[in-house]
């Protein structure tokens, strides 16, 4: 062991030639700088520490939040319906449980980017249309066929009480060879609850043209509506008692 350099508990020591205040000094010094380590020691376990938090934060999002079943997005999908002024069925379809949304539209026909006047004439093949996205989840297309029955009268033909017109005919335009299937079992199955014969079209969906934007949510907008207020209540009425009715605030 080299002379100064302490061993456990040995007593330190110091030059012949070193004087009490230096010896002083030098211990002050020392004492100092055992200090000094001592604190350099914990900042460098902050930084370290602080280092690993900004490496895992610094993680992409995608091993950060990696998603679980919860937080996807629910299951959507449509069903293409007309039965009468689309005013009339967006109010219902709107009231019923497991529906995200209801567009109104223009299908069926052959002009492209129809008008509502020029539906309205009866040149355009189409006819008044509304798109309800459902969650499947919530509400199957057979229950909305249910419904569908219950807002109007399929066994008039081009007709739904004073509105007369290709336009104003029962169609269900299908997506697919199941909502084809589904919309041929619902209208036999419906069959028995008219005295007459259903003469709704079933079709396959080609285009759908939103119609205007002043079409859209026309009853909530306009309740007072001379029009609405006599002819939508009655429909409302019939689907009150059921368990997929959710009326709107």
Partial sequence: MGCGQ???????LYPDSMTFEDKERYEKTESSLTRLEHMNERLNGTVIEQNKT??????????????????QPRAQTTA?????????????FEQIKGVQSVVSGYAGGTTENPTYDEVCQGTTGHAEICQ?????????YETLLE???LCHDPTTLNQQGN??????????????????????????KATAKFSDKIVTEVVPLKKFYIAEEYHQDYFAKNPNDP???????????????????????
């Fill in 80 to 92: 293409t319906l007309g039965g009468g002024c689309f005013w009339c069925v967006e109010a219902v």
């Fill in 163 to 188: 509105d007369i017109g290709t336009q104003y005919r029962s169609i269900i335009l299908y997506e697919d060879e199941s909502q084809k299937k589904v919309a041929a079992t619902a209208i036999t």
């Fill in 6 to 12: 302490p061993s456990g508990s040995a007593k330190k």
């Fill in 147 to 149: 419904v569908f029955w």
């Fill in 227 to 249: 029009y609405c207020a006599v002819t939508i209540p009655p429909k409302l009425l019939k689907i009150k008692n059921l368990n997929v009715y959710t009326p709107n605030p």
């Fill in 132 to 140: 309800i996205h459902y969650d499947p989840d919530v509400i199957s």
């Fill in 54 to 71: 900004i490496r895992h934060l610094s993680q992409p999002t995608d091993q950060l939040m990696k998603p679980n079943a919860n937080t």
